[in-house]
């Protein structure tokens, strides 16, 4: 499939083809226009080419309670929705405002020749992997600057469901609450979320929960099998029930917070890698008790309102205005990489003030804890990505922290989030269906240097 290559490509591919249609042109040019206009089709974004009578059969399919669930299942369904998540989820929008901060195009297109290969797989480049596997959109920014651009199924304005790339928003407004003294890391979570006090909760402490390393049952993916999202009986699916994301078939009827107040504390904090969502839901409870606002003013106050957001963003919330920001942000791909270029030297291009300062960047690349990393199972499937690479540890919500500094999130569906501070630069995708992009964005750094 013929990609974008820029933001400025895709205009000037509308205003070809607005010409086309709207201007009586001479035979030569008709001729010319119509040359465009096969690999102009290829190009038709997924929330346009679905008809009305497609749309509502999508409408209907997730609206039926038994498919609710499917929402978080890549496919050729999830493609349309993933793009438009405010037709299937709550929402609450993260209002923008100010002056568009500018990214300059530097396009370059050597990155799309670059190679990598993922385990078991055949060398490909850049644009080859884009082309053939689920990648919806992908974004580039050096030192500032957009060098390489493309989208596939998707126009650069289109929204996209983050998933678990939300969860460092929650873990960040966290730790700036924390460096501004309003949050002891140290305390029982307790402390601060009252609902859970005479709970395992009280055992836990804030930062155990932001390191993804409580200790407590009701685990995304062990105990002692990966079933947390089809075992009725586990703990993280009856949370999942809670917020109404899969159905009540058992009818029970329970909150969110009598889930968490039945969780259990098995082992110590911070000695296993156990990934948790119900971690970063958490961290929201705390972000709304202590600041007495939701999530999305929060982050519009803290950070979206300060960086040049071209878009709103918006993020999910349970029918009961419960947060969903451990899954549910959703916003346009430069938008995306405007947020990580806050951790980066660039911050000063799209930012007057530094929103994340020096010592919590330097917290993430050196306070995660490697010995627990291979302890538990995200941490093992995603060194399967690295096999070479010793000492990757998680920090802070970031799923990948390398031992030279870089740090990585992604999402069950194949979003990514990769940062270099070091070669300043951030690497954004969307996806329907994760490949191991990360292996790909790390090569993209590495190619840049500084």
């Avoid at 307790?190 to 909760?201: A, F, H, N, R």
């Avoid at 703990?235 to 009540?248: H, I, M, Q, R």
């Avoid at 919330?317 to 990580?340: A, E, H, P």
Wanted: with cysteine.
């Amino acid at each position: 499939m013929k990609q974008l290559k820029s933001f400025s490509q895709y205009r000037l591919r509308n205003e070809r083809l607005h010409s086309a249609r709207t201007l009586s042109l001479s035979a030569a040019m008709l001729i010319g226009i119509q040359s465009l206009m096969p690999a102009m089709a290829e190009q038709q974004p997924v929330s346009t080419s679905k008809s009305v009578t497609e749309i509502r059969e999508l409408f209907h399919f997730f609206h039926t309670p038994a498919n609710v669930v499917q929402i978080q299942v890549a496919n050729d369904k999830t493609l349309y929705a993933w793009q438009n998540m405010s037709a299937f989820q709550y929402t609450m929008q993260i209002e923008r405002d100010g002056p568009i901060s500018l990214l300059p195009e530097k396009i370059d297109p050597k990155i799309g020749q670059l190679t990598f290969t993922r385990p078991g797989k055949a060398l490909e480049t850049v644009a080859q992997h884009f082309d053939n596997s689920n990648m919806d959109g992908l974004l580039v920014l050096h030192k500032g600057n957009v060098v390489y651009e493309s989208y596939k199924t998707m126009r650069p304005f289109d929204k996209h469901q983050w998933f678990s790339c939300s969860k460092v928003i929650p873990g960040t407004m966290v730790e700036l609450l924390a460096l501004e003294g309003k949050i002891d890391i140290k305390k029982p979570v307790s402390t601060y979320v009252p609902e859970l006090k005479g709970s395992g909760w009280d055992q836990v402490t804030v930062e155990e929960t932001l390191d993804m390393a409580t200790g407590l049952d009701s685990t995304e993916h062990e105990e002692p099998n990966d079933d947390a999202r089809v075992n009725p009986i586990r703990g993280w699916y009856k949370w999942a029930v809670s917020l109404g994301l899969f159905e009540d078939k058992q009818n029970l009827n329970q909150s969110p917070f009598d889930v968490l107040r039945n969780m259990k504390k098995i082992k110590p904090g911070h000695t296993v890698f156990e990934y948790n969502s119900i971690n970063t839901f958490v961290l929201e409870l705390i972000v709304n008790q202590v600041t007495g606002k939701t999530l999305n003013e929060v982050f519009g106050d803290r950070v979206w309102r300060k960086i040049g957001a071209q878009n709103d963003a918006f993020v999910g919330v349970t029918k009961y205005g419960l947060g969903n920001g451990w899954g549910f942000v959703n916003t346009t791909l430069r938008d995306m990489g405007r947020f990580g270029m806050i951790f980066t030297p660039s911050w000063n291009k799209i930012s007057k003030e530094q929103i994340i300062p020096d010592s919590l960047i330097t917290s993430i690349q050196k306070d995660g804890k490697p010995e627990i990393y291979l302890k538990g199972f995200v941490g093992k499937e995603l060194q399967k990505s690295f096999p070479d690479i010793k000492g990757l540890s998680n920090r802070y919500q970031w799923d990948i922290v390398f031992p030279d500094g870089d740090f990585y999130k992604g999402g069950v569906g194949g979003q990514g989030l990769y940062i270099s501070p070091s070669n300043d630069t951030v690497v954004v995708w969307f996806s329907t269906g994760k490949q191991q992009e990360e292996i790909l964005a790390r090569e993209i750094v590495k190619s840049l240097g500084v």
